[in-house]
T-cell receptor, first 117, second 115 residues
Framework: DVKVTQSSRYLVKRTGEKVFLECVQD?????MFWYRQDPGLGLRLIYF???????EKGDIPEGYSVSREKKERFSLILESASTNQTSMYLC????????????????FGPGTRLTVL | AQTVTQSQPEMSVQEAETVTLSCTYD???????LFWYKQPPSRQMILVIR??????QNATENRFSVNFQKAAKSFSLKISDSQLGDAAMYFC????????????FGQGTRLTINP
């Protein structure tokens, strides 16, 4: 089974702190994603990466950055946390199917509920 | 840009009954994928069902089936013989056929199963 793990289930930080959210997948997936989940808004894409050291902005990248130094690990960084970044953060990974088959299903981690005071 | 709308924030159904969750989307693309994801309370999001837009046949996975109406841009999820374990947030999602694999999600529908 694909396993996507996130470093913390719950995190409480203070305004202005630098925050690191870590995500690790064990299926050698090329693609990794960071989403933010808020009530009434669903999930919104922050950043994604389709290869090591590659990154692309999603729909709401402001206030965030990412790092992908190894294929299995994708980090989300809040340079200076603010109260409006209090949210649930979900990481996901997927592979790009080769010609002839394979699944590109996104597999999600359990989420990190971040509270910024 | 594509958008996905789920107009039912909450739904409830009696155990063993059938329930339909609605989803509409907006796109100018002709080829794309549509998904329903399930997020049980305090548990990880999992894929329920997937539909390729170029396939006319509606996807089915056991008790879960979709009604895909491409012209109307509608993609509803039907859950038959509802079970207590079906209680969850359900998200409809869209993905372009070409390019990056990023998903566009709807707002979600919280489904409650009444015993």
């Amino acid at each position: 089974d694909v396993k996507v793990t996130q470093s913390s289930r719950y995190l409480v930080k203070r305004t202005g702190e630098k925050v690191f959210l870590e995500c690790v997948q064990d299926m050698d997936h090329e693609n990794m994603f960071w989403y933010r989940q808020d009530p009434g808004l669903g999930l919104r894409l922050i950043y994604f990466s389709y290869d090591v050291k590659m990154k692309e902005k999603g729909d709401i990248p402001e206030g965030y950055s990412v790092s992908r130094e190894k294929k299995e690990r994708f980090s989300l960084i809040l340079e200076s946390a603010s109260t409006n970044q209090t949210s649930m953060y979900l990481c996901a990974s997927s592979t790009t199917p080769r010609t002839g088959g394979g699944s590109d299903t996104q597999y999600f981690g359990p989420g990190t509920r971040l509270t910024v005071l | 840009a594509q958008t996905v709308t789920q107009s039912q924030p909450e739904m409830s159904v009696q155990e063993a009954e059938t329930v339909t969750l609605s989803c509409t989307y907006d796109t100018s693309e002709s080829d794309y994928y549509l998904f329903w994801y399930k997020q049980p309370p305090s548990r990880q999001m999992i894929l329920v069902i997937r539909q390729e837009a170029y396939k006319q046949q509606n996807a089915t996975e056991n008790r879960f089936s979709v009604n895909f109406q491409k012209a109307a841009k509608s993609f509803s999820l039907k859950i038959s013989d509802s079970q207590l374990g079906d209680a969850a947030m359900y998200f409809c999602a869209y993905r372009s056929f070409q390019g990056a694999q990023k998903l566009v999600f709807g707002q979600g529908t919280r489904l409650t199963i009444n015993p």
